[in-house]
């Protein structure tokens, strides 16, 4: 396997890429609280008062260096609050077509995770390092990434993100097996 440079130019084009193959028609309203960009780059966040912190970094990195569009929904502040209000919302977003992808934060990951993945439609990872996060798209074709703010460090959390971003999905014998959790969600 070929190691490509991952710019954020190359960001913006697999984004907009895989985007467009997941969203057949346009949201029928605009991401709450969107700040800037297309919106066939809106990537929904969100995050507990565990999270807050990274997600606030995280939201001015995806802005700032990846010139993407952030849909922030929420916490505001470190004011204790419940993770699963937070990861359902983004979960939902995505699930709905509002937003390409999401990235939920609480303080190991596992909680958000667990919630986002009840949405239908929504397949989250828990990634902790560059790896599993690239594979989560790769082979899973995960839509929602997890991350624990206390798992990993602002550098790291922004080498995973860039990387799952970039990522695309490879289809063939993992289509197959996507396919096969998709139709679970109908039983």
Same mark, same amino acid.
């Given at each position: 396997m070929s190691k490509e440079r991952i710019t954020p130019e190359r960001i913006k084009e697999v984004v907009a890429q895989v985007l467009g193959e997941v969203t057949s028609e346009p949201a029928q309203q605009p991401a709450p609280r969107a700040t800037s960009?297309?919106?066939?780059?809106?990537? @929904?966040? #969100? $995050?507990d008062h565990g999270g807050f912190q990274l997600k606030e970094s995280l939201k001015r990195y995806l802005e700032e260096e990846l010139s993407m569009t952030v849909s922030d929904? #929420?916490?505001? *502040?470190?004011?204790? &609050?419940?993770y699963p209000d937070f990861a359902l919302a983004v979960?939902?977003?995505v699930a709905s077509g509002e937003v390409g992808r999401?990235?939920?934060?609480?303080?190991?990951?596992?909680?958000?995770?667990? @919630? $986002?993945?009840?949405?239908?439609? &929504?397949? @989250?990872?828990?990634?902790?390092?560059?790896?599993? $996060?690239?594979? *989560?798209?790769?082979?899973?074709? $995960?839509?929602?990434?997890?991350?624990?703010?206390?798992?990993?460090? &602002?550098?790291h959390a922004r080498r995973i993100v860039r990387e799952w971003l970039a990522a695309s999905f490879e289809g063939g014998r993992h289509a197959r097996r996507v396919q096969k959790i998709t139709d679970s969600e109908r039983t």
């Open positions: 960009g297309p919106a066939s780059l809106v990537v @929904a966040i #969100g $995050a929904l #929420g916490t505001q *502040s470190e004011e204790s &609050v419940d979960a939902r977003a999401g990235i939920v934060i609480d303080t190991m990951g596992i909680g958000s995770s667990i @919630a $986002a993945n009840k949405v239908k439609g &929504v397949r @989250a990872a828990l990634c902790h390092d560059v790896a599993t $996060a690239r594979n *989560s798209r790769a082979h899973n074709d $995960a839509n929602v990434l997890a991350l624990g703010s206390r798992v990993v460090n &602002v550098g």
